[in-house]
């Protein structure tokens, strides 16, 4: 079976999506994720244009976002297994970076506000109301960056 590198669903979406733009041809997740090879992957393109099947790609339009809003089904999914497991940190994606130099504190307290003033995802929370679940999208606003100075504790070997 073709996997990308990493093999994650998000990669598989992209490539999906840089299909659907480039080459006005549908092709699904799951097509994806069945056809072992390119050629392949190739072939069922082309057969879908052969049949006509261009992709008919909708206009993206703003709608409300305010006050309550039901989740999708993937949201849902996501709320259930944190009901079973909430503390489990399966979802996170760590990573480090090194600073070199000084660090501009207001700086970045500004990029995070602007990159969660772009991502609606990012300012998303999940409620429950009367039994359902909903989300609500905080306006957008300044990003609180707390600063804990670790400057005095000795670095482990190897950072």
């Given at each position: 079976?073709?996997?990308?590198?990493?093999?994650?669903?998000?990669?598989?979406?992209?490539?999906?999506?840089?299909?659907?733009?480039?080459?006005?041809?549908?092709?699904?997740?799951?097509?994806?994720?069945?056809?072992?090879?390119?050629?392949?992957?190739?072939?069922?393109?082309?057969?879908?244009?052969?049949?006509?099947?261009?992709?008919?790609?909708?206009?993206?339009?703003?709608?409300?976002?305010?006050?309550?809003?039901?989740?999708?089904?993937?949201?849902?999914?996501?709320?259930?297994?944190?009901?079973?497991?909430?503390?489990?940190?399966?979802?996170?994606?760590?990573?480090?970076?090194?600073?070199?130099?000084?660090?501009?504190?207001?700086?970045?307290?500004?990029?995070?506000?602007?990159?969660?003033?772009?991502?609606?995802?990012?300012?998303?929370?999940?409620?429950?109301?009367?039994?359902?679940?909903?989300?609500?999208?905080?306006?957008?606003?300044?990003?609180?960056?707390?600063?804990?100075?670790?400057?005095?504790l000795a670095c482990p070997q190897g950072l």
């Amino acid at each position: 079976m073709w996997r990308p590198l990493g093999a994650h669903s998000l990669l598989v979406t992209q490539v999906a999506s840089r299909i659907r733009s480039t080459l006005r041809v549908d092709l699904s997740l799951r097509d994806l994720f069945l056809e072992p090879t390119v050629a392949g992957l190739a072939q069922q393109v082309e057969r879908l244009l052969a049949d006509g099947q261009e992709a008919a790609v909708p206009p993206i339009v703003p709608v409300p976002r305010e006050g309550a809003l039901p989740l999708s089904f993937g949201q849902e999914r996501m709320w259930f297994l944190y009901q079973l497991e909430p503390d489990s940190p399966v979802y996170n994606l760590p990573s480090r970076f090194r600073q070199a130099g000084p660090l501009d504190l207001a700086a970045l307290a500004g990029t995070f506000t602007a990159i969660a003033g772009r991502h609606e995802a990012l300012r998303t929370r999940f409620t429950p109301v009367g039994g359902e679940v909903t989300q609500r999208i905080d306006p957008p606003g300044p990003v609180a960056l707390p600063v804990v100075d670790l400057a005095g504790l000795a670095c482990p070997q190897g950072l």
